[in-house]
């Protein structure tokens, strides 16, 4: 009898248990990749090019040609400072990113020095409407996409902000971009994978499966005056934003871009 009355009482706990551990199995198996790039066109993507309002695809410069996401300049008399980028439509705060992305063709004339091979992506940016018509950049995190000579390291992967300050090991940041802490240098056209992860504060940096660098607790830098404009009622934690590709001034491909939210 006693052991009736005992298991009446436990019960519904056991089964609480139980319901509870189901039911954060089936969150975790209910992740799934979503494909942010449709293989046809630029839906649910806006480009916002330095001088040019937002939507405005000045040159053709994003386009879809045989399943790929291209960034071309073909039209481009001279790069002029043109930098570009080409937003999603919603925001995101927890979350994995996928990029598989090459280096193709020549720099563009006129380009900057750094230009060779050289792109991003960047996440947590501002709204982009909020962009002015003659801002460069957004405020934003970015991880930096690179590209060797054949000749030199050039390694891909670096944490580049713009506006932002983060941590690394502790301490901020003293520099606009951070060198990965694994350094790969690709060469050639290959295709690579460039991960994000972004888990409460906490953001790590994938290179073809392999972590590169890792961070912490983005803040809005108040000594940015774009930056100083998004802080609210004095709260300047950077918990999320907008993902976009950046053009920066030499050709690139990218042929998948999916997310995984947390």
């Not at 390291?153 to 690394?168: F, K, L, Q, Y």
């Not at 690579?192 to 992860?197: G, S």
């Not at 409460?200 to 930056?227: M, W």
């Amino acid at each position: 009898m006693k052991y009736l009355r005992l298991l009446i009482i436990t019960l519904p706990f056991l089964l609480q248990a139980y319901s509870s551990k189901t039911i954060s199995k089936e969150t975790k198996t209910s992740k799934k990749w979503i494909s942010l790039f449709n293989g046809k066109d630029l839906k649910n993507w806006k480009p916002k090019i330095t001088g040019f309002p937002l939507g405005e695809n000045f040159g053709n410069t994003f386009r879809v040609e045989k399943g790929i996401l291209s960034i071309r300049y073909d039209k481009y008399d001279s790069f002029r400072n043109r930098f570009g980028a080409l937003y999603y439509d919603k925001k995101f705060t927890n979350y994995r990113l996928k990029v598989e992305y090459r280096f193709v063709g020549n720099t563009t004339p006129g380009a900057p020095s750094w230009g060779f091979k050289d792109g991003g992506i960047q996440y947590h940016c501002q709204s982009p409407s909020s962009i002015g018509i003659t801002q460069p950049f957004p405020v934003c995190l970015e991880f930096n996409l690179h590209g060797g000579n054949g000749k030199e390291d050039r390694p891909t992967g670096e944490a580049c902000v713009s506006g932002i300050n983060i941590e690394i090991n502790g301490k901020r940041n003293t520099s606009n971009c951070t060198m990965p802490h694994v350094k790969r240098t690709f060469h050639g056209e290959e295709w690579i994978a460039a991960e994000i992860d972004v888990n409460n504060g906490k953001i790590t940096h994938f290179v073809n499966g392999e972590k590169v660098i890792q961070y912490e607790n983005p803040r809005l830098d108040s000594t940015n005056a774009n930056a100083k404009e998004l802080v609210t009622a004095g709260n300047d934690i950077v918990r999320d934003g907008y993902i976009s590709i950046q053009s920066n001034s030499h050709p690139m491909d990218f042929r998948k871009v999916e997310i995984m939210e947390y």
